[in-house]
């Protein structure tokens, strides 16, 4: 192996190490010596523009992504990220500006899928985008309808889900909770799925359905440390084994990733107030709410639960 090949190896494997580690700063630095190095790595600029949009970087992630795809149209993922990137700006820009990005948005979307029809994550995001999104830009319901149809011939769980996914963007809660229920009964195989379920039950105050969360993301990713959240979330919400649900909670806060589709670290130091409170361990409680706002300062959770302990 050439030198030089080695050294774009270790800055990619660098590179990689530290988005796994949630150091967004040090990925890109690494990702844009490899790519330095090798400008015909589509899988460089792809972490690239994850790494990005984690640090909300939102041109940047996009020229990244535009590269990706510049170098493999063929690439069903790259496109699919492509579509994120534009959807992320889309949702930080001014009103005229997001109508351009969210055609262009869908239009990966679709060309994601076109080129992979069994890419279901970019499938859900485009089932998503047309049942929430106005014709204007695109979307519309009817759409939406035709590829569910379609992807629950390929896979009944990812079907379902994309049922309830759809009727929470309309808000018809009830028969969003029958398909997310039956979608964690049909066996699903994407952690990203089960735990957006999970999102959703946390949102809903639905400790049941935590549970089984808890139970099938365990059954498909044992090492993925969101089921640690949402199991100690049931159980504070259930009121059940409170040790067990301070000890989920914990390593949760200690060790999680700070990356999209996870619950913040702050969530679980709010819960754990949340844990405390309920205890009547009021300094213990009031300890992890700030916590959870020095963490973040938008917490409602932790930002609502002080103004109640100073009351009282």
């Known amino acids: 192996m050439a030198a030089a090949t080695i050294k774009q190896d270790a800055s990619l494997e660098a590179g990689r190490h530290a988005y796994e580690a949630s150091d967004y700063v040090k990925a890109v630095q690494a990702l844009q010596a490899a790519a330095a190095k090798d400008p015909q790595n589509a899988d460089v600029q792809l972490l690239l523009a994850k790494s990005y949009l984690e640090l ?29 990137a534009y959807g992320e700006k889309a949702d930080h820009a001014s009103w005229f500006s997001a109508l351009s990005l969210a055609k262009k948005t ?16 970019a499938r859900q995001a485009l089932i998503e985008f047309d049942c929430s999104a106005p014709g204007l830009v695109g979307g519309g319901e009817d759409k939406a309808v035709r590829q569910i149809e379609q992807l629950t011939e390929m896979d009944a769980a990812e079907g379902h889900y994309a049922k309830g996914n759809c009727r929470r963007q309309k808000k018809d809660f009830a028969a969003a909770d029958e398909e997310f229920t039956t979608a964690l ?5 994407s952690a990203e799925l089960i735990y957006d379920i999970g999102d959703y039950a946390v949102k809903r105050s639905q400790p049941e359905r935590l549970l089984a969360v808890a139970d099938a993301g365990k059954r498909v990713a044992p090492s993925d440390l969101r089921e640690k959240f949402y199991r100690g979330v049931a159980l504070a919400l259930k009121k059940e084994d409170s040790e067990e649900a301070e000890r989920l909670l914990k390593e949760y ?19 754990l107030g949340r844990l405390f409170e309920d205890q ?28 109640r302990l100073k009351k009282g």
């Open 56 to 84: 909300q970087q939102h041109d940047a992630a996009i020229k990244s992504a535009e590269r990706a795809v510049a170098i493999d149209a063929q690439n069903s993922i790259y496109h699919e990220w492509l579509g994120r």
């Open 106 to 121: 869908r239009k990966e979307f679709e060309t994601a899928v076109q080129l992979d029809a069994k890419n279901f994550s």
């Open 185 to 189: 009964e049909s066996n699903p195989k």
């Open 253 to 271: 806060a200690k060790r999680a990733p700070t990356r999209s589709g996870y619950p913040r670290p702050a969530a679980a130091h709010a819960w």
């Open 280 to 307: 009547n361990k009021m300094e213990e409680g009031a300890q992890e709410f700030e916590s959870a706002l020095k963490l973040d300062p938008k917490n409602k959770m932790a930002q609502e639960a002080l103004k």
